[in-house]
């Protein structure tokens, strides 16, 4: 079973704290992905990465950075939280040329 | 306007009931599509691919139109345990294109 695990599922934030949402994933997948879930908006695409060290914006990066060391690990970070980035993030993977996504459980964040 | 729009219902059923779901996409360049299913506070889960010659499985059929860019989901025979929100996804500009959801709920 593919697993994929993100380091918490409750997060609590102050404004302008700079915060790291970490994503791993078992299976030897190349893609990952991060994403923010809001209500009536659905999933959109913050970062994605093909590789290891290799990164893409997604749709909504402002705000946002990434980083792949380890092809396992796919790191979120939030260089300077805000109020609207008060989100589920979910981090997903996949296999080379494959479109079936696995996710995390997500990391519901809020920032105060 | 949003690549991917889908009725957010409720679309609320009894059970044994039979109930269909539509959304549109507006990048005719997309290739592939699919249903993702997310139940309750969790992760999406891939349901099934949708192929353009139409494919079911079991209970669930999924239909493509490229000429008029929709997708379609049936679910026949409804059980409690469909109650979830339901996905529909393309191919994006650079990765998958998620809808917002449709939301259903089974009832006794």
């Known amino acids: 079973d593919v697993k994929v695990t993100q380091s918490s599922r409750y997060l609590v934030k102050r404004t302008g704290e700079k915060v790291f949402l970490e994503c791993v994933q078992d299976m030897d997948h190349e893609n990952m992905f991060w994403y923010r879930q809001d209500p009536g908006l659905g999933l959109r695409l913050i970062y994605f990465s093909y590789d290891v060290k290799m990164k893409e914006k997604g749709d909504i990066p402002e705000g946002y950075s990434v980083s792949r060391e380890k092809k396992e690990r796919f790191s979120l970070i939030l260089e300077s939280a805000s109020t609207n980035q008060t989100s589920m993030y979910l981090c997903?993977?996949?296999?080379?040329?494959?479109?079936?996504?696995?996710f995390g459980p997500g990391t519901r964040l809020t920032v105060t | 306007r949003k690549e991917v729009e889908q009725d957010p219902g409720p679309f609320n059923v009894p059970e044994g009931a039979t109930v269909a779901f539509n959304c549109t996409y507006s990048n005719s360049a997309s290739q592939s599509f699919f249903w993702y299913r997310q139940d309750c506070r969790k992760e999406p889960k891939l349901l099934m691919s949708v192929y353009s010659s139409g494919n079911e499985d079991g209970r669930f059929t999924a239909q493509l139109n490229r000429a008029s860019q929709y997708i379609s989901l049936l679910i026949r025979d409804s059980k409690l345990s469909d109650s979830a929100t339901y996905l529909c996804?393309?191919?994006?500009?650079?990765?998958?294109?998620f809808g917002s959801g449709t939301r259903l709920q089974v009832q006794p």
């Open positions: 996804v393309t191919t994006g500009r650079r990765a998958l294109t």
């Open positions: 997903a993977s996949t296999q080379i040329l494959s479109y079936e996504q696995y």
